[in-house]
């Protein structure tokens, strides 16, 4: 493609709500762009079975509903492009995107790129996501029906997956690092009354046990102010730890929150001081810091792709 086409719309992202817009931008005959960036799929191609998407009564599993979306996608003229944006000028109309090799001018942008989970990057724990470990209590904690497992942090987020979780888990524990837990008081009070609860501080986990059957077994934790490690038996762990919005190429180019998750008007509009962006429009997690879910970013992603649309026709397309 040449450096002077200008597409009718870019979509950066291909999870749920990435594919769901490009679905639509394409059978508006829009012949969008997905961009598969640095993790294609999304959150939905490292879970195992997804039990809550409407249409599937027996369940499908994360990568293959990835998978279904992208073929329909194509089905409808979508081109998809493993590149990864470098940076971007929403400056300029077009809006100037640079993948490293070459510019890619668009008269529109749906921003789609997710939320990536924090983990705690250990060569055990990466080997069992899907089988054990899980960074959404919401898709998993089903699975864990009658377990004894852990919750992972000290915030907010922590608190609100163990009393999520105590209602399929027969025990939750939740390691925190330090002894002081970031978690607002009301929070963690109600976190520590849950008689289902059990709280160690000054931990870490230093290996998540069960590679080998790809199934979690237990931790081995160790103690940060004495240095004692032990082994903590569980069924799952989950990672209450929080996101990281992908939208840090933005910085300085629209408005974005104290975590950085972009601050959408109306739901779709990015904004910069306040003020509506030309063209460029936000779908899924980079923009839903509260309910984080399939289904939740696909309908994100509809709206998307029908305000493009819309803003296409108004400017004479």
């Known amino acids: 493609m040449s450096d002077q086409t200008v597409r009718d719309t870019v979509i950066l992202g291909s999870g749920c709500s990435g594919l769901t817009a490009a679905i639509y931008a394409g059978r508006s005959n829009l012949k969008p762009l997905v961009l598969e960036g640095h993790e294609p799929g999304g959150q939905l191609s490292i879970t195992t079975l997804v039990e809550n998407f409407p249409g599937w009564p027996e369940g499908i599993q994360g990568p293959e509903l990835i998978e279904n979306m992208k073929k329909q996608a194509q089905r409808f003229g979508a081109e998809l492009s493993m590149a990864?944006?470098?940076s971007a000028d929403l400056t300029k109309y077009p809006i100037e995107l640079n993948l490293g090799s070459h510019i890619v001018k668009t008269r529109t942008l749906i921003i789609a790129s997710g939320?990536?989970?924090?983990?705690l990057n250990l060569p055990s724990e990466q080997a069992l996501i899907g089988h054990g470990v899980s960074s959404c209590a919401t898709c998993d904690g089903f699975f864990a029906r009658g377990k004894e497992i852990a919750v992972i942090g000290g915030g907010d987020s922590a608190m609100e997956e163990a009393l999520f979780l105590t209602r399929f888990a027969s025990k939750v524990t939740l390691i925190n690092r330090t002894a002081k837990f970031r978690a607002s008081p009301i929070m963690l009070e109600r976190a520590m009354a849950h008689s289902q609860i059990e709280f160690i501080s000054n931990t870490i986990v230093e290996e998540v046990l069960g590679v080998e059957e790809k199934d979690v077994k237990g931790l081995r934790l160790k103690n940060t102010a004495t240095g004692v490690e032990s082994i903590l038996p569980v069924s799952f762990m989950f990672l209450g730890i929080g996101h990281i919005p992908n939208a840090k190429m933005f910085e300085g180019q629209m408005d974005l929150d104290e975590d950085g998750y972009i601050l959408a008007k109306d739901d779709v509009y990015t904004t910069l001081n306040g003020e509506i962006i030309k063209g460029v429009?936000?779908?899924?997690?980079?923009?839903?810091?509260?309910y984080r879910q399939a289904i939740t970013a696909a309908g994100s992603g509809c709206m998307a792709a029908l305000e493009v649309e819309k803003f296409l026709e108004e400017h004479g397309r």
Do not use: E, P, Q, T
Not at 115 to 119: E, L, M, N, P, T
């Open 84 to 86: 990864h944006l470098v």
């Open 281 to 290: 429009f936000a779908a899924g997690d980079i923009k839903d810091r509260k």
């Open 115 to 119: 939320a990536s989970a924090r983990w």
